[in-house]
């Protein structure tokens, strides 16, 4: 079966690509990876040779995206004498909370939980997107949400 | 791993105590992504097929173009015309209205009787045959107001006999109105056939008689 127009897959995905990416990265990068996840699919779009498993691909590319930015994000010198300005920034709740406490964990168990948790994927699923196996994609998810059950106190935030 | 247990959790988020779903934004991506996203891909020649919806008064038209030109003008209904031209066309296809401006332009002079023959460039892709590319090319050359047979059509096309196959071509007209198969009857009046329903045909005859 050969892919569907392009523009019924964007409006189906539109809203789960953004979640995903603002899970991801936070609300202050989102667009940017917003944007460079929907061009590169668009730019493959055409050599898909079927439409099975669009929803993994296009979450793979949103992935890709997302370790992208935050690799730049790690090469930008700390803001360290920025403090006032990084607080200011902090206005959207998907930038604070149990979300942030995610974008600080590992790049494969923050991955998995956004998959399974935001993209709504089953582990086999996980497992196609991440390049690992339904058993290591359960493993990560399982990790992750103990590290959170450690830390996480749901009032700290408001 | 056992596939079953897999199943179970997989079938319901058991295991979200954190309420990680809930947590996530369930704000949609905002309105102005989506052009910033479409300026993007348009500037980097992403888009093979942009189509818009021109309101006209025989209906709703969807109108389609690509790098070449102007390659549909449909009276089905949107979805059926989208994934028309992404099966015959690209999977590329994207909602660009203002790539569509200078046919809305002209559709919308042309149904206020101000415009007697469209000037936007053609893509004549959707056209299949050498036989079928003479007789719409031959079609629209037939002027504003003014009206042909098919076998008039088929003779200027090369092949007199062949009025059954003229009648294929014209009905299979990608470009609707722009390339005026609506100005082609049977001998002796009466109207033939038409995409767009017979009441159409007979508007847009009306149209250009009255104009």
């Known amino acids: ?158 | 791993m056992d596939p079953e247990r897999d199943t179970v959790t997989d079938d319901t988020v058991t295991d979200d105590d954190l309420g990680l779903a809930a947590a996530a934004t369930a704000e949609p991506a905002p309105e102005r992504l989506t052009e910033r996203l479409l300026a993007a891909a348009d500037a980097e020649d992403l888009v093979d097929v942009a189509y818009g919806v021109v309101d006209a008064p025989i209906g709703p038209l969807v109108v389609a173009a690509t790098s070449v030109g102007l390659v549909r003008v449909s009276f089905d209904p949107a979805d059926v015309a989208v994934a028309d031209l992404g099966r015959r066309i690209s999977p590329r296809v994207l909602e660009i209205p203002r790539r569509l401006d200078g046919v809305r332009r002209e559709l919308d002079e042309y149904f206020a009787g101000r415009r007697q023959r469209f000037e936007v460039p053609l893509d004549w892709r959707l056209v299949t045959g050498p036989f079928a590319r003479r007789v719409l090319t031959h079609t629209a050359s037939i002027g504003y107001g003014r009206t042909s047979t098919y076998a008039e059509v088929a003779a200027a096309a090369g092949n007199p006999q062949a009025s059954r196959a003229t009648g294929s071509a014209l009905g299979a007209n990608p470009l609707c109105v722009v390339v005026p198969c609506h100005r082609v009857l049977r001998s002796g009046g009466g109207l033939g056939g038409y995409a767009g329903g017979l009441t159409t045909k007979q508007l847009l005859l009306d149209l250009e008689a009255t104009a």
């Open chain 1, 1 to 158: 079966m050969t892919v569907p127009p392009f523009q019924g897959f964007y409006d189906q995905h539109r809203d789960l690509v953004w979640r995903f990416v603002v899970s991801l990265v936070g609300r202050a990068d989102a667009e940017d990876v917003f944007q460079e996840t929907w061009l590169a699919a668009l730019r493959s779009y055409p050599s898909l040779q079927d439409s099975a498993n669009l929803r993994s691909w296009l979450l793979t590319i949103a992935t890709s995206k997302a370790t992208d930015e935050h690799r730049s994000r790690n090469r930008r010198p700390a803001p360290v004498d920025a403090v006032p300005d990084v607080a200011a920034v902090v206005t959207d709740p998907a930038d604070d909370g149990l979300w942030a406490e995610v974008r600080a964990l590992p790049p494969k168990q923050r991955t998995a939980l956004a998959h399974r948790y935001v993209g709504d994927l089953r582990y086999a699923d996980i497992a196609v997107a991440m390049g690992t196996t339904p058993a290591a994609a359960r493993r990560n998810v399982y990790e992750a949400l103990t590290k959170l059950r450690s830390t996480w106190i749901p009032n700290e935030t408001p």
